[in-house]
């Protein structure tokens, strides 16, 4: 049972344009929303969260947004740059659990 | 600084072999974790230390035995593995285990089993 899912597998963009990454999440339980960026053979790094008491949260170029009602949360990064080419990791945890628990992750790829 | 380091950056092992990872924090968080990935999928979470004190265990066989001998450092022992036990092996630590923390991650230990 996926509790946290990432119906895209990929996404192309172009370089200065908007990516729009998306997350779905089945456990009433997940209170706080993490993404992660990740390349290949490197550990996951962290990106942006946002606690469910919010509907949004922007780090520079990163913004999330959270529905609660639809359970569902996006990343929009913009402008898109090259080296944002990456596999984007949507992750949730409940507040009494240490589990995080993972998207199956969206390969973004960003071209110049 | 959010550093989380982890030696070694790769292992082969044997299946008779018995060898161990190891990971450190200087951050002074009082929770670590350690999750495994396989190509192509999320990590998984297998062990969660909170407090120096083993608090999750996510049904990990026995061949794998984590030890947190201070609130720096965490081991992780491997004995009798099997080739699919072959993955990346991150580490993780965070404040605290429970709220709304946020886990920072190692670059990860890529283990093949032979």
């Known amino acids: 049972d996926q509790q946290v899912k990432q119906n895209s597998p990929s996404l192309s963009v172009q370089e200065g344009r908007i990516s729009i990454l998306n997350c779905d999440y089945t456990?009433?339980?997940?209170?706080?929303f993490l993404w992660y960026k990740k390349y290949p053979a490197e550990g996951p790094t962290f990106l942006i969260s946002?606690?469910?008491?919010?509907d949004k949260n922007e780090d520079g170029r990163f913004t999330v947004f959270l529905n609660k009602s639809a359970k569902h949360l996006s990343l929009h990064i913009v402008p898109s740059q090259p080296g944002d080419s990456a596999v984007y990791f949507c992750?949730?945890?409940?507040?009494?659990?240490?589990?995080?628990?993972f998207g199956q992750g969206t390969i973004l790829t960003v071209h110049p | 600084d959010t550093e989380v380091t982890q030696t070694p950056k790769h292992l082969v092992m044997g299946m008779t072999n018995k060898k161990s990872l190891k990971c450190e924090q200087h951050?002074?968080?009082?929770?670590m974790y350690w999750y495994k990935q396989k190509a192509k999928k999320p990590p998984e979470l297998m062990f969660v230390?909170?407090?120096?004190?083993?608090?999750i265990n996510e049904s990990v066989p026995s061949r794998f035995s984590p030890e947190c001998p201070n609130s720096s450092l965490l081991n992780l022992h491997l004995h009798a593995l099997q080739p699919e036990d072959s993955a990346l092996y991150l580490c993780?630590?965070?404040?605290?285990?429970?709220?709304?923390?946020?886990?920072?991650f190692g670059p990860g230990t890529r283990l093949l089993v032979l």
């Open positions: 993780a630590s965070s404040h605290e285990a429970g709220g709304q923390e946020t886990q920072y």
């Open positions: 456990n009433s339980m997940f209170d706080y």
């Open positions: 946002i606690s469910s008491i919010k």
């Open positions: 992750a949730a945890k409940g507040t009494s659990y240490g589990k995080l628990t």
């Open positions: 951050m002074g968080h009082r929770a």
């Open positions: 230390y909170s407090y120096e004190k083993l608090s």
